[in-house]
């Protein structure tokens, strides 16, 4: 983004050991000065025309998110969340149902939604399917997403046509 001429701002919720996929549960350091940041935004009137939510290592990330998207965004701002916690079929090491719901609730929030086939389904409580789903299946997921949550806006990634039936062709 900065590349693109952008104003950036990074924060950090958690430094990894590895990537979540493959490699166990990755040793985590959660960053304990999210507050004072935020604190310090705050303390000079900084608002953000757009938040971009990658991934959140804890429920406790997850909701100190939502508090910044509740008071730091700017009025006609956009939130944009990836989800960042499950593939495959599975959640990702170290995460449970409880942080599924939980981010359920800030993708709620947000303005643009970005999740994997396997998120999705998690979301709205769709089984997954691996190989051979079809473009009804994916719609189904959308339209679930925007119904059951009123999500603004949905882009399901990382859909692969060589998986999908001859009726999508």
């Given at each position: ?33 999210v ?9 000079n ?28 965004l ?7 969340v ?29 303005d ?17 399917v ?40």
């Amino acid at each position: 983004l900065s590349a693109c001429g952008m104003e950036t701002c990074v924060l950090p919720t958690a430094l990894l050991s590895t990537h979540t996929g493959g490699f166990g549960k990755p040793a985590v350091m959660h960053n304990t000065v999210v507050a004072d940041m935020v604190r310090h935004w705050k303390e000079n009137n900084i608002t953000f025309d757009a938040i971009l939510v990658g991934y959140l290592g804890s429920i406790a990330a997850v909701e100190q998110v939502e508090t910044i998207l509740d008071t730091m965004l700017a009025p006609g701002g956009i939130a944009i969340v990836d989800p960042a916690m499950a593939d495959h079929g599975v959640l990702y090491p170290g995460f449970d149902e409880s942080f599924a719901k939980t981010m359920a609730q800030l993708c709620a929030a947000a303005d643009i939604v970005l999740p994997n086939i396997t998120e999705a389904c998690m979301m709205v409580d769709e089984p997954f399917v691996a190989n051979g789903y079809d473009e009804a299946y994916i719609r189904r997921l959308m339209e679930k997403m925007l119904d059951i949550h009123i999500f603004k806006h949905v882009c399901i990634f990382r859909i692969s046509r060589k998986f999908w039936t001859s009726s999508c062709s």
